[in-house]
């Protein structure tokens, strides 16, 4: 997978992606992150200029369209071969949960552009935006931490890039539910004890009790989440029978 971020801070992303899980899909050339710079599409070779003030009078900048739709084209000219689409990061977009996470997955590549200031020109985003995300609903500086937690979350599921113990069939979410209660070296720490049944080696039955404790889980802390879960049950069984 290639993702290609178009960013006025390129320096945000120094180390974010240099450590750990994507630096190892990286080096295993699971993925290929590249970073670039708005301002270099500015068309203004003194200022760099990239801003402007929105017709209509409202207070703050806007990023203008020119240098974004310049910027935009040569990602899509670098990645020519592999049918790029073109995300936007605003908290207006669709919410980043795991399913979407999932939907990205089939795309070969990733042009994610993000925004600052108090957004971009609304034609940038009618004519060239192939999907607008958000990562939750709070209002961040700008989505460079929103493209890094999204480019993180797809990257973990590139068939290759977690190795079996990392494996993200024990994830929260993974199945649309929260994860059961881990546990590691001591068996006993300050007192209290690790779940027998964890200590006991019965497969079966170790199975069984995450399947109990992640339902439980959910259902007491997320009841949204719960209440799809049910949802899907019932398809299930209704399917079944027809
Ligand atoms: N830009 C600013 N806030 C954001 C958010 N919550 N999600 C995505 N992009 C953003």
């Keep these: 997978m290639f993702f290609d971020i178009l960013t006025l801070f390129p320096g945000m992303f120094e180390g974010a992606f240099a450590d750990s899980i994507i630096k190892r899909a990286q080096e295993r050339k699971l993925v290929t992150i590249e ?10 070779k003194r200022h760099g200029t990239v801003d402007d003030y929105p017709y209509g ?30 995300i936007f990061l605003t908290p207006q977009g669709e919410l980043l949960r795991q399913p979407v996470v999932e939907s990205l997955l089939s795309e070969q590549a990733l042009i994610i552009l993000c925004g600052r200031y108090k957004g971009i020109d609304q034609r940038i985003r009618e004519r060239y935006i192939d999907r607008e995300i958000s990562i939750g609903d709070y209002v961040l500086s700008g989505g460079e931490v929103p493209a890094m ?11 290759g890039v977690l190795n079996d113990r990392e494996s993200a069939e024990a994830d929260s979410l993974y199945n649309g539910l929260l994860s059961y209660p881990q546990y590691t070296r001591p068996e006993e720490f300050e007192g209290n ?27 007491a802390r997320r009841p949204d989440l719960w209440k799809e879960y049910e949802e899907r049950i019932n398809d299930k069984i209704r399917n079944s029978k027809s």
């Design 35 to 44: 970073i670039h710079n708005i301002r270099d599409y500015s068309g203004d």
């Design 57 to 86: 009078g409202d207070a703050g900048m806007l990023l203008k369209p020119a240098p974004l739709a310049a910027a935009i084209k040569a990602g899509k000219e670098r990645l020519s071969s592999l049918n790029p689409k073109v």
């Design 149 to 159: 937690v999204l480019v993180d979350a797809v990257t973990r599921l590139i068939p």
């Design 193 to 219: 004890r690790v779940p027998e049944i964890l200590l006991s080696g019965h497969h079966v039955n170790i199975k069984a009790w995450k399947e109990e404790q992640a339902l439980a889980n959910t259902r």
